[in-house]
């Protein structure tokens, strides 16, 4: 009686491990590659119903964030502003009131005009966490953590994206390292600050200012290193008593 | 073997290419795995909400109640927290002169003052508060304000307070942007610039 199976059927259960560990690669890759928000979120970058440019309104003009976010040291919530804000400069007779672009504005707030329906302005919200996350903002701002830490060089986005992960991964990397992280609170919307900036003298004043307590024990100890991001924010941290939590329930409620 | 390789070689081409690489720019909303976990029904900030029939999730309060973290009206007239002058600039029909009592003038009042009017202000009124501010620079619109004219240096601090609350002219009102607190900080702060000016 011969063999059944031909002599080239003994390799056949080494091929088959060999496929499916090339296909079980190929799939990891993809899954490791796509399947975090560094993919999925990043780049998100919506049409919104008027065309607003912050290169023109935080580059140029050289508004501060809060003249339209006014609310983001006081709220939990960083708010869009209101169309009032935005017809304050825009309105009849003012700074390129008769643009085009600028039709949902005036559907929203002129009285006058045909299509008015005092609807607000529906904008498209590109940076959202999860519901069941819970981020403050004004614990944030009024720590010293920086609006280009999550949101990114926003006065240089013509069309405003999605630029940082905001993963959970993301919070932790800060939360853990918040020396690396932090500013001085008049900074904070200041997106292209740099800690080089800062004059030594006058930063060591504000930390003893800002908190009523003497640094010129911190500043003796400083007096031979330059002063970068990571060393003005461990003394902010430090004098400011900065204590991110790391626990669950800090954002899951 | 060989044509399962080319085969999975095309598959992970065609991934690559299909889905493209981290951050590029896309305008659809992005994917999410779960989404009822991730979107619940509820209300949210400044979205609307089908439970509501206006489609507004920001509700009015209901007449007659108070908001938490605010006192009680002090009479039927009164919207919570602080007195009439406080709240309006207005003495009745008339602008009211001086801080109400519920502002403390202090170095930290004016500090903050300066910080609110580098943010709100110095679009039009520039930095100094003499007119001159980047909407005048770029912008060809009738002058702005001059506010550390004599002119305005002799207006009544409620008119200050009332001109922020209500606009005037072209400006528009900030009573929306400006809580009443930053509003008297602002008013504080002109003075200083005013006192400064030597006009």
């Known amino acids: ?253 | 073997m060989r044509w399962f390789f080319l085969i999975l070689t095309l598959f992970a081409v065609m991934l690559a290419v299909g889905y493209g690489a981290r951050g590029t720019k896309f305008s659809k909303p992005p994917f999410e795995l779960f989404p009822d976990m991730d979107r619940q029904y509820k209300v949210k900030y400044q979205k609307p909400s089908e439970f509501f029939e206006d489609g507004s999730g920001a509700r009015r309060p209901v007449v007659g109640t108070i908001p938490m973290g605010y006192q009680a009206p002090l009479n039927k007239k009164d919207t919570p927290v602080g007195s009439e002058y406080y709240r309006s600039g207005l003495f009745g029909d008339f602008y009211g002169d001086g801080f109400p009592e519920e502002v403390k003038v202090d170095a930290a009042l004016l500090d903050h003052g300066r910080r609110r009017f580098q943010i709100y202000c110095t679009p039009c009124h520039g930095e100094s508060g003499n007119g001159q501010g980047v909407v005048a620079k770029y912008w060809l619109i009738p002058p702005t304000a001059n506010l550390v004219d004599p002119r305005v240096k002799a207006l009544p601090d409620g008119q200050i307070f009332w001109t922020i609350t209500h606009g005037k002219g072209l400006m528009g009102p900030y009573s929306g942007a400006v809580p009443i607190a930053d509003r008297w900080a602002i008013t504080a702060y002109v003075r200083a610039l005013q006192g400064a000016s030597g006009n």
């Open chain 1, 1 to 253: 009686m011969g063999n059944p199976f031909p002599r080239w059927t003994n390799w056949l259960p080494v091929q088959i491990v060999i496929c499916l560990g090339a296909l079980g690669t190929v799939v990891t890759a993809w899954v490791w590659y796509t399947w975090t928000p560094k993919y999925t979120r990043v780049g998100y970058q919506p049409n919104q119903p008027i065309p607003f440019d912050h290169t023109i309104h935080a580059g140029q003009v050289g508004m501060d964030c809060r003249y339209c976010h006014s609310f983001v040291e006081n709220s939990a919530h960083s708010n869009v502003p209101n169309a009032q804000v935005c017809w304050n400069c825009h309105g009849p007779g003012k700074v390129k009131s008769d643009s085009p672009k600028l039709e949902p504005l005036r559907q929203a707030m002129d009285t006058s005009n045909s299509n008015y329906t005092g609807a607000p302005i529906r904008w498209v919200q590109i940076h959202e966490t999860p519901d069941y996350a819970y981020f403050n903002h004004s614990a944030h701002v009024n720590r010293g953590v920086s609006c280009v830490e999550c949101h990114g060089k926003v006065n240089e986005m013509p069309v405003v994206y999605h630029a940082k992960p905001l993963s959970m991964g993301f919070c932790l990397d800060c939360h853990r390292n918040v020396e690396s992280h932090l500013r001085p609170l008049d900074e904070i919307t200041n997106l292209d600050w740099e800690a080089h900036d800062l004059d030594k003298d006058q930063f060591y004043a504000y930390l003893a200012e800002k908190t009523g307590k003497p640094a010129d024990d911190l500043k003796e100890a400083d007096k031979n290193k330059e002063l970068n991001a990571r060393l003005v924010g461990a003394r902010l941290k430090e004098m400011m008593n900065v204590n991110p939590p790391q626990d669950c329930a800090a954002c899951h409620r």
